[in-house]
Each structure stands twice: as structure tokens, then as C-alpha cells.
């Protein structure tokens, strides 16, 4: 069974500046993906950010990046140059084994500060 | 084609009433999931199908809770007896599979039903 930890409930942070959102998991899987889905308010699910853990390169998508530690499991997104759009709840999530189903942490408020 | 549909976005019923909600995929996508969210909690995973086949349900589904994907087109998850328990978002999502890994990528999740059991 995987599971994904998310201790932080929320977060702040000026706009323009960078933060970082902390997710731990666990499995006992070798070959597994991670990923970041942001949930604006009353809005749909998005994927913000993915990482296959075979992959030892970290994953950036513009302003998004993750530190990717597969010893520690630990898979954290860094936002840099925090825009008021960004303000959202972000989950972390991971999936293996051929039906692909998705296990999520409980989830980060963040909020963009003007 | 625009995305995930779910039909409705919000609905309010009675406890003990049954309710039913439906879920329009990506045309393309042969995988269709439903999973559960409720208040300051990630989504939980409910069950998930293969074009018509229904192939995992979650041991938090319980027998009051059924899910369909006739055609292996769109999908609907029917709640007989709701308790206000079942007070929710549910979600829907699709995933296109050409085979792993790339099965791993590209979920499409639809807006949700809210569902309020009073």
C-alpha cells in the first residue's frame, strides 16, 4: 500500500517570492510516479507538476520545480516567483502498478499574498 | 472536445433519498476514475473502469454504491440510501492508456458534484 504524507496544512507567501511545499510518501514499489495537482477554489483538480521515480533528474515546469530524494522519500515543489494566481490548495499524490490509481495527501492551503 | 463533464455540478438531497451523477470522459480516454473528496482531505480513490470493465472498487464503497460505464463511454455512480456521510465532492477522472509508463500520465479530472446530504 503507498501512502502520502503532507504535514503542512498551510502556508503563506508574498507574492514574487518562492515557497517550498513539503510531501513525504511511502512504497514499496520500485517504479512509481509522483506528482502535484493544484485545486484552485471551487475549481477543478490540474496537474501542476510529475516525476517518474526512475528518473534521477529533478522535474521543472516553469516556475516549478520538485526536489526529487528517493532514499528519503521525499518529493517537495518549489513555486518561484509566487503570482496571486498560484493561491490554491496543492496535493501531493503518487501511482504505480498497472491501474494507475491515485493516492493523495491531505492536501496544502497556500496562499499568495499581495 | 473540452475536457472532464460532470453532471451535476452541486445537488442537495434528502437523507435516504438515492441520487445519481454522471461523468463525461475525454472521448479518447479508455480509463475513467471516481474518486471521493471531502472537506480539508485529498481525494480518496472509489473505483475505476477499463473501457466497460469495472476492474478495482475500493473497500470504501459500500453496497449502497454502484458505478457503471455501459458503453465505455460516460459513467455514472449512483448512492441508493444516502446517509450524511456521504456528503462530498466526488471527482472524475480519465486517463488515456497506450501502455506503461505513459499510463501514469495525464489525468483529466472533471469540476466534481458537490453533494449535501441533509
Known amino acids: 500500500a503507498q501512502t502520502v504524507t503532507q504535514s503542512q496544512p498551510e502556508m503563506s507567501v508574498q507574492e514574487a517570492e518562492t515557497v517550498t511545499l513539503s510531501c513525504t510518501y511511502d512504497?514499496?514499489?520500485?517504479?512509481?510516479?509522483l506528482f502535484w495537482y493544484k485545486q484552485p477554489p471551487s475549481r477543478q483538480m490540474i496537474l501542476v507538476i510529475r516525476q517518474e521515480a526512475y528518473k534521477q533528474q529533478n522535474a521543472t515546469e516553469n516556475r516549478f520545480s520538485v526536489n526529487f530524494q528517493k532514499a528519503a522519500k521525499s518529493f517537495s515543489l518549489k513555486i518561484s516567483d509566487s503570482q496571486l494566481g498560484d493561491t490554491a490548495m496543492y496535493f501531493c499524490?503518487?501511482?504505480?502498478?498497472?491501474?494507475?490509481?491515485?493516492?493523495f495527501g491531505k492536501g496544502i492551503t497556500l496562499s499568495v499574498r499581495p | 472536445d473540452t475536457g472532464v463533464s460532470q453532471n451535476p455540478r452541486h445537488k442537495i438531497t434528502k437523507r435516504g433519498q438515492n441520487v445519481t451523477f454522471r461523468c463525461d470522459p475525454i472521448s479518447e480516454h479508455n480509463r475513467l476514475y471516481w474518486y471521493r473528496q471531502t472537506l480539508g482531505q485529498g481525494p480518496e480513490f472509489l473505483t475505476y473502469f477499463q473501457n466497460e470493465a469495472q476492474l478495482e472498487k475500493s473497500r470504501l464503497l459500500s453496497d449502497r454504491f454502484s458505478a457503471e460505464r455501459p458503453k465505455g463511454s460516460f459513467s455514472t455512480l449512483e448512492i441508493q440510501r444516502t446517509e450524511q456521510g456521504d456528503s462530498a465532492m466526488y471527482l472524475c477522472a480519465s486517463l488515456g492508456v497506450e501502455g506503461l509508463p505513459e499510463a501514469n500520465y495525464g489525468y483529466t479530472f472533471g469540476s466534481g458534484t458537490r453533494l449535501t446530504v441533509v
Open positions: 499524490a503518487s501511482t504505480t502498478g498497472a491501474n494507475s490509481k491515485l493516492t
Open positions: 512504497t514499496s514499489e520500485n517504479n512509481y510516479y
